[in-house]
């Protein structure tokens, strides 16, 4: 296959060319309350072709290897098409190497009815938690090969295993329907979804709970986020903004974006890297060839660096990071987050609401979203924080703020990070791509919070 | 299709096959130039057959031998669910417009002369803003066999315009964007032009705005944004069937405003949400949800339908898996009050354009909640200018219980919605 691939790439003229090949192998099961919805089996196969001349790019993507050379010949006849100026691309040195995918407990040794009867137990601890209407479960495993090889003369091959696991308990009554989740994912690991029995319960409990649960007044608020939504609230508040792709070509951006700047207390330092090993979103090399690295977005408060494709970090005179990603072959590589988190400081938990006479202690996560200036995160679970204690649960609440205050405003950092690793991330189409996130408990002055 | 078949049949009571086809080509812009051209190729097929008595399922991307496949679905089928429905065998429908052969012979530089234009004017209008996105045309082709006999297969086309621009200014960042969709060309690029100039003339300046109920203007991309993922989690047949959804025993009753009528309509010529029949090859056709505010029916798969006692409404649909209940194209019927008017009774209110994180609440309830990503005060009977910093919580059906006012602006979303401005009487602010 690699002389197969080189003699492609050598017989074309580009200034930059790659070609990507993928073959993967995935099951699902799903449920609707008693059903089983699905059971079944997904087979890939497909390949792209990029190309880069004088600036501009040229993608081709296809189904069969047999379209491969009439592919590239495509991508780069578009690819002159469009570029009119001059190519800048960080160099990166030949590597040959081959990545055998990694997992502890390889789910798709696991047999199918294995797989269904720990499902089957889940459900049901759900479906027989009085006042739960009905549940949704899916879980999906997927190994997948990776073959690259470009015109630096880099062949690397890399396999790995993804599994997810997703339940949702769903309650009602007199018209009132509430729900609980509960996502977990992992690289190559089954046993992360094995023995969930107890936050399984507690999460239809939860769920039968939040029917009687008040309704929230929303307003500014100091809120504590638990570790998990305080990981979806660094992807969301600042790891985006840290993609270089909305920032090399738009000069106001890049002002705003300069290194050096203040976006929070000394306390403060983001990480994100694929180079940190084991979590979701590690792998050895990006899909451009560049080696994952572990970068820290701000240190000690200050904007330090950011997420690099070879093209934004050519352009803005910066070292690749190795964060050029590609859900599939049907998409070209675009600056992408790997494993983002708020490294631990000193403070426990107590201390952090002890203060605090009337606040929101939000935990878990449904999801979130950001326009890069502005964000929203929304809760799986909520309490008031009242007079220093937790006090009654609420119903759950969406946050909101805006980057350039909003990190200013944590002012306390706890001492223990965990991460999450049961999300997926999307941009332009490509979603959901694995993603680890994480952070310890936060507290937030001065948060927007949705409600009625 | 018809190998597969043929193997599926030695193992198999019954099988379908179902194959999608489809070439793509994108051309995409950023910081205001062309910057890439794609094309994307792909092929998928998929695979249902019922082996003593059970569904089994499998599907591939790409090439892969006919007999993997079948072998792929006789082993789900131990696990699957007990088969329910037979897959349809007659199948003859009326026809539908949804092939422009145009649309193959755009080529690739009148794509970017068009999306270059819209670009031109919109730079020309307001300095600094930097817009990306982009033209694209397609083609895909439907195809669906099964061991009953039955076969169909439909081609369509899609043209797409889709571009935002981005304002930095101050520290504070302006979105503004349009989306336009259809099965055939779309040559005049001045709506879209016109219709991203009118947001950055409304979003000139910000306005304050303080915490409070007050009277909400929703504009067609607000609604499509906000109020209509809970109305189609609501009136899918299979939340129906879960009793999830708070309409379960509301068919025939009043739950919404008299003057809202809400459409699944794929038999419209040339949207790209049309379509002859749907993914299992069942008949499509113009389903009323919601008629003069009351709750008409639920839209259904073979499958669901089967299990609730109903018939398939033709709203199967395959989303990466199984079929599962759908909607093609939904209209909600426009009424007689121009935006501007809307605007002028209202002494204080907000218009939301955009809504961001809408979609992360409780959709089951129909709760909403969301960061106004891009919205209007109104103060006398005039928009001042833009909100920041801002969320609205509300309910869609407490929203639309009673509106103040149906606009006469209806427009498709990206090809899948259309809808007028809706005037509710009260939605709940927080600011900063």
Same mark, same amino acid.
């Given at each position: ?452 | ?153 439909? %081609? /369509? ?8 621009? #981005? $304002?930095?200014? =101050?520290?504070? @960042?302006? !979105? ?73 025993? %509301? /068919? ?8 809202? #009528? $809400?459409?699944? =309509?794929?038999? @419209?010529? !040339? ?84 809504? #961001? ?5 409780? @959709? ?69």
């Amino acid at each position: 296959m690699q002389d197969r691939l080189f003699s492609v790439i050598r017989g074309l003229k580009a200034d930059y060319i790659e070609v990507r090949l993928d073959e993967s192998q995935s099951s699902r099961l799903a449920y609707r309350g008693e059903r089983l919805e699905e059971a079944g089996r997904t087979a890939s196969t497909g390949g792209c072709v990029r190309a880069l001349i004088k600036g501009g790019w040229g993608f081709a993507s296809f189904n069969s290897i047999d379209r491969l050379a009439e592919s590239a010949a495509t991508a780069v006849e578009q690819a002159s098409h469009v570029g009119k100026g001059r190519s800048e691309f960080s160099p990166s040195r030949a590597v040959i190497d081959k990545i055998e995918a990694e997992y502890k407990k390889n789910p798709v040794e696991v047999p199918l009815s294995a797989k269904k009867s720990i499902l089957d137990e889940y459900n049901s601890i759900m479906l027989g938690t009085p006042g739960i209407q009905t549940t949704s479960v899916g879980y999906a495993d997927i190994k997948k090969k990776v073959i690259f090889a470009n015109s630096d003369g880099s062949y690397i091959e890399q396999s790995r295993i993804d599994l997810n696991l997703r339940l949702s308990a769903i309650a009602s009554r007199d018209g009132d329907v509430q729900q609980v989740g509960l996502s977990i994912g992992s690289k190559g690991d089954f046993s992360t979804v094995e023995g969930l029995q107890e936050r399984v319960g507690g999460i239809a409990r939860r769920a039968v709970a939040l029917l009687s649960a008040p309704e929230f007044k929303g307003g500014t608020f100091t809120v504590v986020l638990d570790p998990v939504l305080a990981g979806v609230f660094v992807h969301e508040a600042f790891g985006h903004l840290s993609e270089a792709d909305h920032i090399y070509e738009n000069p106001q951006m890049r002002d705003i974006m300069v290194l050096g700047r203040s976006f929070g207390g000394q306390h403060l330092n983001i990480v994100d890297g694929a180079a940190v090993p084991g979590l979701r979103g590690s792998y050895s090399y990006d899909d451009e060839g560049t080696p994952a690295s572990k970068t820290y977005l701000i240190k000690e408060g200050v904007l330090n660096s950011r997420l690099h494709s070879r093209e934004t970090a050519a352009k803005m005179g910066e070292k690749p990071t190795g964060n050029a990603r590609a859900i599939n072959f049907n998409f070209p590589p675009i600056v992408r987050m790997t494993n983002t988190y708020i490294e631990p400081g000193a403070t426990t938990f107590n201390d952090m609401i002890s203060g605090i006479k009337e606040g929101v202690y939000a935990r878990d996560w449904y999801g979130g979203t950001t326009s890069l200036e502005m964000f929203t995160f929304s809760a799986g679970e909520a309490y008031m924080i009242r007079d220093g204690k937790v006090a009654e649960m609420i119903r759950p609440v969406v946050l909101s703020g805006n980057v350039f205050t909003t990190l200013h405003n944590i002012d306390a950092i706890g001492d223990d990070l965990d991460m999450n690793q049961g999300g997926g991330c999307g941009k332009a189409s490509q979603s959901p791509l694995p993603v680890s996130n994480g952070s310890p408990h936060i507290r937030i002055q001065n948060c927007l919070v949705g409600g009625k | 299709m018809e190998q597969i078949l043929d193997i599926a049949r030695r193992s198999a009571q019954s099988a379908e096959v179902f194959r999608v086809t489809s070439i793509r080509t994108p051309v995409h812009f950023e910081a205001n130039r062309l910057k890439q051209i794609q094309t994307k190729e792909s092929v998928a097929t998929a695979l249902r057959l019922v082996k003593d008595g059970k569904m089994g399922f499998a599907q591939a991307s790409g090439h892969i031998p006919p007999a993997d496949l079948v072998n792929m679905a006789l082993e789900t089928s131990q696990f699957g669910y007990q088969a329910n429905f037979a897959f349809p065998s007659l199948m003859s429908f009326e026809k539908v417009d949804v092939f422009d052969p145009q649309v193959e012979h755009i080529g690739i530089d009148s794509m970017i002369s068009l999306g270059q234009s819209v670009i031109d004017a919109v730079c020309a209008n307001t300095a600094g803003i930097l817009c990306e996105g982009s033209i694209s045309r397609g083609t895909a082709t439907f195809e669906i066999a099964s061991t009953g006999g039955g076969h169909a297969s439909c %081609k /369509r086309t899609n043209f797409s315009i889709s571009l935002d621009g #981005m $304002l930095v200014r =101050d520290g504070d @960042i302006l !979105y503004v964007g349009d989306i336009r969709s259809s099965c055939r060309p779309i040559l005049d690029p001045s709506p879209v032009t016109g219709e991203i100039i009118r947001q950055l003339d409304l979003a000139r300046t910000n306005a304050p705005i303080k915490s409070g109920n007050m009277p909400v203007i929703f504009t067609p991309f607000g609604l499509a944004g906000s109020l209509l993922a809970p109305l189609i989690s609501a009136f899918n047949g299979k939340t129906v069937l879960d009793g999830a959804s708070p309409l379960k025993e %509301k /068919r025939g009753m009043p739950v919404f405003d008299s003057r809202l #009528m $809400l459409t699944d =309509d794929p038999t @419209i010529p !040339y949207q790209p949400g049309s379509t002859p029949f749907d993914d299992e090859g069942v008949p499509a056709r113009r389903n009323a949800l919601i008629d003069h505010g009351k709750v008409v029916q639920f839209y259904y798969d073979l499958h669901t339908a089967a299990l609730a006692g109903a018939s398939s409404t033709g709203n199967g649909s395959r989303g990466g898996g199984m079929p599962s209940p759908s909607v093609h194209a939904l209209v909600i019927e426009g009424g007689n009050v121009s935006q501007a008017d809307m605007i002028k009774d209202l002494k204080e209110g907000i218009v939301i354009e955009q809504l #961001m994180g809408a979609e992360q609440g409780n @959709i089951l309830n129909g709760d909403f909640s969301g960061n106004v990503l891009l919205g209007y005060k109104v103060e006398n009977g005039e928009i001042t200018g833009r909100v920041k910093d801002t969320m609205v919580s509300g309910n869609v059906y407490q929203l639309l219980k009673e509106v103040l006012a149906m606009g006469s602006d209806s427009r498709w979303i990206a090809g899948y919605v259309s809808t007028p401005s809706i005037c509710c009487p009260s939605i709940a602010v927080s600011a900063k």
